[in-house]
């Protein structure tokens, strides 16, 4: 999916960089989950270009729905000539004109003349062959779809501020638990080190230790550079400097981890997934694009009036003319009309293959998710009970030690599998949580009420 494999490639090239780093500061400012989310949508830039889309699709729905109605122009001009014709129709309008004008001489050869125009002009379209009505339909479906895209790029945000606010919080509990291991190793190698000078323990035993104290130390290395790598991705979401530290405030619960019903989530998708809905928004307006092409060979009519006012001076009178009528035209021979209707065609097909497509990948999607979440789910109860029994066998172990009865080697191994059972233990919970926030996106219902349940259940 394109949210984990971002963060994917963000952890990769920030860890690759990032130097080791001890504890947030005690002043890091305090960041829940929730104001976290809040401000990955306030900053996130796809989904700010996502707002602009609807607003340009608002914007192209006035302009086709702008069709129905007259335009409406005023004019005002100034004209002077000495053409004959021209003159002959300015004496009219001005309503000048006497019977000494018909005389030869003015008639072909008349004096310059000046005219003062002004006037209203009023088109009508009573029937353009269906081609206002069909822009307004398609519009009107991609004003609908742009808002889709707009609601599945906030759930991709939402998804995302969960991705990684959980694995922070994961990688925060790795941390402590790791630097609590190393510690209590410490000391006890030292004792060991100790012993060995004097030759009361074996040296294998002693540096067989050490081997596993330093793999403590690799991984307690590694937990560090992908916290780094994971507080710059949580700035990055934010829209804040990358180097900036928190102080994460939320915790996480244990998960359920009710069993899912895989045809019930695809028929919620199939209803709910906003992306599925806008390419069917697109898929109808290109199949009113069609039938608008189609129509395109009826006949045209519109109503038009005019009202003009003419004369010589500013100051003088002049003539008042008005004319209304109602226009029709018929294209009998448009070469370019086949050529659209053809364009036409074939894009509402490949919009109906795409739909078809991303049924298919949801569909897809839906079963690899469920199969991991089942994973999760059946492993949970196992990978619990070996973190407790790891826990209760390096309680066990300590006094042995201290008695004898075990070796250094035995301990240091002892916590070693601790360590791995915790790391197994709480990524699973991670995960189980992401897989229902994941399972909640590709069925088109990680919006903010569905976040707040998933908040609700996790602890967040």
């Known amino acids: 999916m394109l949210p984990r494999l971002l963060l994917a490639v963000f952890a990769g090239i920030l860890s690759t960089t990032a130097v080791f780093a001890g504890e947030a500061p005690s002043g890091a400012p305090a960041l ?189 290395n590694e937990i560090a550079r992908r916290k780094i790598a994971m507080t710059a991705l949580l700035n990055i979401l934010m829209g804040e400097s990358v180097n900036k530290i928190w102080t994460l405030t939320s915790t996480i619960k244990e998960a359920e981890a009710p069993l899912q019903d895989q045809q019930k989530l695809l028929e919620m998708a199939l209803v709910h997934r906003p992306d599925l809905f806008a390419l069917n928004c697109r898929f109808l307006a290109s199949a009113v694009e069609l039938s608008r092409e189609r129509s395109a060979v009826l006949p045209h009519v519109s109503a038009f009036g005019a009202a003009a006012y003419d004369r010589e001076k500013m100051a003088g009178s002049g003539g008042n003319n008005y004319a209304v009528g109602v226009k029709g035209e018929l294209p009998l021979f448009d070469p370019s009309h086949e050529g659209r209707v053809k364009e036409a065609t074939a894009r509402k097909g490949q919009l109906e293959q795409n739909v078809q497509l991303l ?34 066998a390096v309680v066990l172990v300590v006094p042995l030690y201290s008695e004898g009865r075990k070796s250094i080697a035995d301990l240091l191994e002892v916590r070693h599998a601790y360590l791995e059972a915790a790391q197994s233990y709480n990524k699973a919970v991670m995960g189980i949580w992401l897989s229902e926030a994941r399972l909640l996106f590709l069925t088109g219902q990680l919006n903010e009420d569905g976040m707040r349940t998933l908040e609700e259940g996790a602890g967040l």
Not at 383 to 391: F, I, R, V
Request: aromatic share 10%; proline share 2%; net charge negative.
């Open 32 to 220: 829940s989950f929730q104001a976290f989310s809040q401000k990955v949508l306030a900053y996130y830039p796809r989904f700010k270009s996502a707002h602009g889309d609807v607003d340009i699709a608002l914007a192209q729905q006035m302009q086709a729905k702008a069709g129905f109605w007259p335009s409406l122009d005023l004019s005002a001009g100034y004209n002077i000539t000495n053409d004959p014709v021209n003159v002959f129709g300015m004496l009219l309008r001005q309503e000048r004109f006497t019977s000494a004008d018909f005389d030869l001489k003015r008639l072909n050869t008349p004096d310059r003349h000046q005219d003062l125009s002004a006037g209203v002009h009023v088109a009508w379209p009573l029937f353009d062959a269906m081609q206002t009505i069909g822009r307004a339909r398609s519009a009107r479906e991609f004003v609908k779809a742009s808002q889709a895209d707009e609601a599945y790029t906030k759930m991709e945000a939402l998804l995302m501020a969960q991705d990684a606010y959980l694995n922070a919080l994961t990688l925060e509990k790795l941390s402590s638990i790791i630097d609590e291991v190393q510690r209590s190793s410490e000391g006890d190698l030292q004792k060991a080190k100790d012993l060995k000078d004097k030759g009361m323990i074996l040296g294998a035993d002693y540096y067989s230790a050490r081997v596993m104290f330093g793999d403590f130390t690799r991984m307690k």
């Open 359 to 392: 049924k298919d990948a949801i569909a897809r999607d839906i079963a690899e998710e469920i199969a991991r979440y089942d994973t999760f789910r059946d492993n949970m109860a196992v990978l619990k009970g070996m973190n407790d029994d790891a826990k209760e």
